[in-house]
């Protein structure tokens, strides 16, 4: 009796942690996940101590030190109004990273409320809502937030909302075919013959079912949610000019095109931020699907 | 199911997503601004009331809303989009004088783009985890996490201002006078009058902002292409075609690429609208004088009608485009024919 349960309290435990030691297996032998990770943090810090280690604030402005190369004073060159550039793209982190995140949690939140609501209500209101997330799976998706964020007024926070509002769309597909996998399973009847609502029941016993998949696509689309924004901001749909952030500073950049300091460095900010996350991205999706796996 | 069959089922079903999408873009243009006469008429004729009264008119402004969307339907179906504010012509019109140039260069972005997507792909799958997959694994690293007009940027200033072998900004040298318009765009009118070197020219310009859409969309071909394949190599049945003695380049070209062809042409559609958009950013670098440099002069510049007849346009496309790759699943999936 005493061997039977302490085999079956050993298995649980003993299986989550060889899943455990799998998982940490690949990523040991996938060195570019330590290196994304190792990245995103490193421009994590940077974001939060920006004022602290920055050179110079990212507005200041010395005309007499206008357009000049990298040098011992201005690390990365500086611009047309003789601003730090090295200063600047520090500080960009501060916008960029926020940005991105903000898209990819409004997004996929928005996603998954349409998509759980649409595969447990059915009927009428999914056919509605699944022929809503076709339609806007019919646009470009980024032309789609350009249109929306010019019709908003172009700053920061509309770029944002606009990539929000388009970004829904996979999250709610992919979320109503899980609720309606989950919805038949007998936990859930068992709640509802417990007379549990049906706010309830979906928010409290499908939901957290049926997350993880989100949120690992989650991680894959942040690197996309940054190039997004980037673009917005690139085309003038974003920050004011003068903002320190990475893709107007490269669009600003284009009229000095022989002054490469000004368009390269913060196009490698965006190129670094968005590798690094596509790194973790990567490795955690051929972590979890084997058939990928470089074996 | 005939291929006749086969298409107007697949045509019945692109009409409500364009309906769909004109109603969105209607949201867009006339609900979400605060005042869409502000949006769309150019400052100085705000204060003109005579203008202001034709625009409400024309656009059924005083009316209710679902009577303003069939107004909005019945201008658009004549092929009305408004008028630019920056420009001060017909949005429709500046349209189709600059749709030329840039399905010139979409066009040979595609091509460049599916020849070097597939190809990695292929070569990463077939010598999986070889120094090429990984050479190839690294360079769509690169193409989907670099910013496309960082690429355009560096290629321009690598291969044109640097080394001097590339063609540098715009459609055609600046002492060039541009080929007779037929088609408006300039290879094939240079071909159609025999202008050799006007055709040599433009295509020399064509070439690097090609290839930075090129490696652009390749990125996400040549991993679908990896997977894909890579799936379909194990199957039993390419087991059976070496055990029969095929050739490895008959096994691989015909019974690997054939099976996985389905993922492979669907992202290839998908990727369209990533060209549509790269085009955006990447035609303002180069000066190349299409409707992604329009765009991208409407954004700067708060052109709304502009940006709303561009946004219009490109989710057109991007149907169109997709409907043909809807259309190309019959020849690729047996299934469908015989259902």
Aim: charged share 15%; glycine share 8%; proline share 6%.
């Amino acid at each position: 009796m005493s061997s039977i349960s302490s085999i079956s309290s050993s298995i649980p435990v003993s299986a989550s942690r060889s899943r455990r030691q799998v998982a940490l297996y690949h990523l040991r032998r996938n060195p570019l996940v330590t290196l994304g990770l190792i990245a995103v943090a490193l421009w994590i810090l940077i974001a939060f101590s920006a004022p602290l280690i920055a050179p110079f604030p990212p507005l200041e402005q010395d005309l007499a030190k206008r357009l000049q190369a990298p040098n011992a004073y201005f690390f990365a060159g500086s611009d047309e109004l003789g601003r730090d550039i090295f200063s600047r793209v520090l500080w960009g982190s501060r916008i960029t990273i926020p940005a991105g995140l903000a898209v990819i949690i409004m997004g996929s939140s928005l996603g998954i409320l349409i998509g759980a609501v649409a595969g447990y209500a059915g009927g009428l209101v999914d056919e509605f809502l699944m022929r809503l997330t076709e339609l806007f799976m019919a646009f470009p998706f980024i032309i789609l937030a350009m249109a929306v964020t010019a019709a908003l007024g172009p700053d920061i926070r509309n770029a944002v909302l606009a990539l929000s509002a388009v970004w829904w769309p996979r999250y709610a597909r992919i979320l109503r075919g899980l609720v309606l996998e989950v919805k038949s399973q007998e936990y859930v009847e068992a709640a509802h013959s417990a007379g549990a609502s049906g706010s309830y029941i979906l928010f409290r016993t499908i939901l957290p079912n049926c997350i993880a998949p989100a949120v690992i696509l989650a991680t894959l689309d942040i690197g996309t949610a940054i190039l997004s924004f980037a673009a917005l901001s690139f085309i003038g749909l974003g920050p004011e000019p003068s903002s320190p952030e990475w893709g107007r500073m490269v669009s600003i950049g284009i009229h000095f095109f022989d002054q490469w300091w000004m368009w390269l460095f913060p196009g490698l900010a965006i190129a670094s931020l968005v590798m690094a996350f596509n790194f973790i991205g990567d490795g955690l999706r051929d972590i979890l699907d084997p058939r990928l796996r470089g074996e | 199911m005939s291929f006749f069959h086969y298409f107007v089922r697949r045509a019945l079903l692109v009409i409500p997503i364009l309906l769909g999408i004109t109603v969105v873009a209607f949201i867009i243009a006339n609900a979400i601004p605060a005042d869409p006469i502000n949006a769309n008429l150019p400052p100085n004729a705000l204060n003109d009331k005579d203008t202001i009264a034709a625009f409400r008119k024309k656009w059924g402004l005083d009316k209710p809303l679902h009577e303003q969307y069939l107004t909005y339907l019945g201008n658009l179906l004549q092929g009305d989009m408004g008028t630019s504010i920056k420009t001060r012509k017909p949005v429709a019109e500046d349209i189709s004088s600059r749709l030329p140039a840039t399905i010139e260069l979409a066009t040979l972005g595609l091509i460049y783009g599916t020849v070097l997507g597939v190809s990695m792909g292929l070569i990463s799958a077939v010598w999986k985890n070889s120094l090429a997959d990984y050479a190839a694994r690294v360079i769509a690293l690169i193409g989907i996490s670099f910013p496309v007009f960082l690429i355009a940027l560096i290629f321009l200033n690598v291969f044109y201002a640097q080394l001097g072998i590339a063609a540098g900004p715009g459609r055609l040298h600046p002492i060039m006078r541009s080929p007779p318009t037929v088609t408006g765009m300039f290879t094939i009118d240079a071909l159609l009058n025999g202008d050799w070197k006007t055709f040599g020219n433009a295509l020399s310009h064509l070439i690097l902002p090609a290839l930075t859409l090129a490696l652009y969309i390749s990125a996400i071909i040549s991993r679908i292409t990896r997977s894909s394949l890579l799936e379909v190599l194990n199957q039993d049945y390419m087991r059976t075609a070496r055990a029969k003695g095929l050739h490895e380049r008959t096994v691989i070209g015909f019974h690997g690429m054939r099976n996985s062809m389905i993922p492979i042409v669907t992202v290839i559609g998908l990727s369209y609208g990533n060209l549509l958009v790269g085009s955006i950013l990447i035609e303002r670098i180069f000066a190349y004088p299409g409707i992604g440099f329009y765009m991208f002069r409407a954004s700067t510049s708060q052109d709304f009608p502009a940006i709303m007849g561009v946004s219009l346009l490109f989710a057109f496309i991007y149907v169109g485009v997709n409907f043909v790759v809807d259309i190309l699943y019959f020849f690729l999936d047996p299934r469908i024919r015989i259902a």
